[in-house]
């Protein structure tokens, strides 16, 4: 009998089909809308095998209605929505999908950048509502890129991959990470710093390191305190690490210059929070990974990994 297993949301077909071959397959059958939590606490109940997102909260009431389930294949890098040790603790295998998003991500982070530092939507819709009326010398005058100090928290993949796009614009790179890699300090020549010192000299600070609890609201009130009046703030990892409240403050009262968001604590951000209503700021809806090829590799490898632990084989990708 083949094992049966539940999709949170409409994949490709033929990620579907590679799954089938193998499965008794189960499908939340919407592509934009998550599915809703009444449902999937019926599906867990009948499952071996989990395919999920970010969107869906995995947490101890699910797992515990979840006796027959063996995997969640979580379709991304990041794993902040499973309780991981309520998976671990019940022998459920959590996998996720590392290093088929590094340089898709590393390139979203780095246009992010650039288009914050240069107003690109703000110049955008300046010429769309028709008030570009003339050229004058310091209209729409944004930062410099090239040659300026970038600041990386978090030298992961996806770390190093925005270090190497910063070296070809003769940008300086600090890093603070958790451990030092003399290896990337070679070969890309950047520096370790503490993250005061980071803080202080950057004129760009990417954050890029995992949300756990011990960085959550690793960026507040303090830490924005420290930058330069004249600095960016670029979030592509997760929106929690970053203090919203903080960051409204420091953007509102002139603390930095502007900042540049891919992730929100709360995703889908609310039309009505007030980091929207401020020039200064350029949003994203959670982009960083959204290339063609690139979610098909995040959704192929999320179903390698759910049907190697469901044949009884290591994944290559274990979480737990």
Request: aromatic share 4%; proline share 4%; hydrophobic share 40%.
């Amino acid at each position: 009998m083949k094992p049966k297993v539940y999709i949170t949301r409409k994949l490709p077909g033929a990620i579907i089909q590679q799954i089938q071959e193998k499965c008794d397959v189960r499908m939340w059958e919407e592509e934009e809308v998550p599915v809703p939590r009444e449902v999937l606490e019926e599906e867990i109940k009948k499952v071996e095998g989990l395919l999920c997102l970010l969107t869906e909260q995995i947490d101890r009431s699910l797992l515990e209605q979840a006796d027959n389930l063996r995997v969640v294949a979580n379709m991304a890098v990041g794993y902040n929505n499973i309780e991981i040790d309520e998976a671990k603790e019940r022998g459920i295998i959590v996998t996720n999908t590392p290093g088929v998003l590094t340089e898709t991500t590393a390139d979203l982070t780095f246009s992010l950048l650039m288009a914050t530092a240069r107003r690109i939507p703000e110049a955008s819709d300046y010429l769309r509502n028709g008030k570009w009326e003339t050229w004058s010398p310091m209209q729409l005058t944004g930062q410099d890129i090239h040659g300026a100090t970038l600041g990386v928290i978090g030298l992961g993949r996806i770390g190093e991959a925005v270090a190497k796009r910063a070296k070809g614009f003769d940008m300086k790179v600090l890093y603070h990470n958790r451990s030092r890699s003399q290896d990337a300090e070679k070969e890309l020549e950047i520096k370790y710093v503490e993250l005061e010192e980071l803080l202080k000299e950057s004129d760009f600070v990417c954050v890029l390191t995992p949300f756990t609890p011990e960085t959550e609201n690793m960026i507040g009130h303090e830490q924005l305190a420290l930058m330069k009046k004249s600095a960016i703030l670029i979030n592509t990892a997760r929106g929690g690490i970053v203090n919203e409240d903080a960051l409204y403050e420091a953007l509102s009262n002139g603390e930095i210059w502007a900042a540049g968001l891919d992730v929100f604590k709360e995703e889908p951000v609310s039309l009505d929070h007030p980091l929207l209503t401020l020039p200064n700021l350029v949003t994203l809806p959670h982009i960083g990974s959204a290339s063609i090829a690139t979610r098909m590799k995040m959704a192929d490898l999320a179903a390698t990994n759910l049907l190697k632990v469901l044949e009884g084989e290591d994944a290559p990708n274990n979480v737990t």
